[in-house]
């Protein structure tokens, strides 16, 4: 089984319509992360949670909101979804570095969001 | 603002050849991480190196950083058509801040 889940896969949606993505991990890891893709543009980061009681805001932030229900599941939501939020989604989870500090990431398979 | 920069966009080559990406960034890291996506799907941590480090190998992949030019260049030798995927750099900035800041990715074709 998959350490990190996404849900759904795919999701196609109309202007204005709420839409939740969530993400599930067996990893055990404290912190977890949610990124966009665009062609050309690598990844950005949304929003971030380095425990259940924490989150952070990421680069682009405007017209996103998460929860961390637990320290397995990290959702995002798109109030009032508009056609420029049709990207690619991705969950990512690390553990809490200690003194070697790694970052390492791991991914969740994505999200294909297109909002028409 | 993204700080990772790669170099070349794109990339085709032959199966068997060398394959050399170029990553730079502009501010003091801790460490700088490489990762691959085949299309349309997560990505996969690679290697990692340090800001300490100056050379990493695992398998048929070398790593190099340059701290003074704020530069990484992954070595991929002998490569296979299934190598075809896209790779970020992914650099940790000091202070160890728990995010990570991707570049753009190279994307690699390996024709059989």
């Known amino acids: 089984d998959a350490d990190v889940t996404q849900t759904p896969r795919n999701r196609i949606t109309k202007t204005g319509k709420r839409i939740m993505l969530e993400c599930s991990q067996t990893k055990g890891h404290d912190r977890m992360y949610w990124y966009r893709q665009d062609p050309g543009l690598g990844l950005r980061l949304i929003y971030y949670s380095f425990d259940v009681k924490d989150i952070n805001k990421g680069e682009i932030s405007d017209g996103y909101s998460v929860s961390r229900q637990a320290q397995a599941k990290f959702s995002l939501s798109l109030e009032s979804a508009i056609p420029n939020q049709t990207a690619l989604y991705f969950c990512a989870t690390s553990e809490l570095a200690g003194l070697t500090g790694t970052d390492t990431q791991y991914f969740g398979p994505g999200t294909r969001l297109t909002v028409l | ?112």
């Open chain 2, 1 to 112: 603002s993204q700080q990772g920069e790669e170099d070349p966009q794109a990339l085709s080559i032959q199966e068997g050849e060398n394959a050399t990406m170029n990553c730079s960034y502009k501010t003091s890291i801790n460490n700088l991480q490489w990762y691959r996506q085949n299309s349309g799907r997560g990505l996969v941590h690679l290697i990692l190196i340090r800001s300490n480090e100056r050379e990493k190998h695992s398998g048929r992949l070398r790593v190099t950083l340059d701290t003074s030019k704020k530069s990484s260049s992954l070595l991929i030798t002998a490569s296979r058509a299934a190598d075809t995927a896209s790779y970020f750099c992914a650099t940790a900035p000091s202070g160890n801040t728990g995010k990570l800041i991707f570049g753009q990715g190279t994307t690699l074709q390996v024709k059989p």
